[in-house]
């Protein structure tokens, strides 16, 4: 099992607004990052931190946080945001990292 | 832009020392941590552990038993060594950047069979 949970699949209409959760205690001492990740290819680092992109990463997607829960927000979902995606933050001693189990994202 | 490159064996066998290396292009090792990811076919990511420059090093509690990783600033490679496999470590093993993972390898594929 994960330290952070995340629900295995979601799907969202083409253009429409999707918001991927992740849970965990350690999300109330830590903020999460969001990797993307498509079909053979390696992890693609979208938001890290309070709400920060990584240079190239389109303004539609945007990170927040409440409690023991992180979100990953996808405005205006395009096609080529199908993908799995990860949460992680560093666990409650701050020492490791852990990942949540990852979203399948599904466009209509 | 940095880059980052695993390599090594594909193949290794039961209660062996699995042994992977990275090499870091684009910039210095001698800044940032340094880590190893794995994920197994199919499944999801489980980070293993890192090395900040100093040569500090932090481990997956799971993992610790197992893991050494190490870096060589005078080739500017990292590496992973993990002791004991089985099947169960069969994964496509990543290298990346930092706490934040901002920069992956593009992953190799280690089979755990005899």
């Known amino acids: 099992s994960s330290d952070l949970t995340q629900d295995p699949a979601v799907s969202v209409a083409l253009g429409q607004t999707v918001r991927i959760t992740c849970q965990g205690d350690?999300?109330?001492?830590?903020?999460a990052n969001w990797y993307q990740q498509k079909p053979g290819q390696a992890p693609l680092l979208v938001i890290y931190g309070k709400n920060t992109r990584p240079s190239g990463i389109p303004d539609r997607f945007s990170g927040s946080s409440s409690g023991n829960t992180a979100s990953l927000t996808i405005t205006g979902t395009q096609a080529e945001d199908e993908a799995d995606y990860y949460c992680n933050s560093r666990d409650i001693t701050g020492n490791h990292l852990v990942f949540g189990g990852g979203t399948k994202l599904t466009v209509l | 832009q940095v880059q980052l490159q695993e390599s090594g064996p594909g193949l290794v066998k039961p209660s062996e020392t699995l042994s992977l290396t990275c090499t870091v292009s684009g910039g210095s090792i001698s800044h940032y941590y340094w880590s190893w990811i794995r994920q197994p076919p199919g499944k999801g990511l489980e980070w293993i552990g890192c090395v900040h420059y100093s040569g500090s090093t932090n481990y997956y509690p799971s993992l610790k038993s197992r893991v050494t990783i190490s870096l060589d600033t005078s080739k500017n490679q990292f590496s992973l060594k993990l002791s004991s496999v089985t099947a169960d470590d069969t994964a496509v093993y990543y290298c990346a950047r930092d706490w934040e993972l901002g920069h992956w390898g593009q992953g190799s594929l280690v089979t755990v069979s005899s």
């Open positions: 350690s999300l109330r001492s830590s903020y």
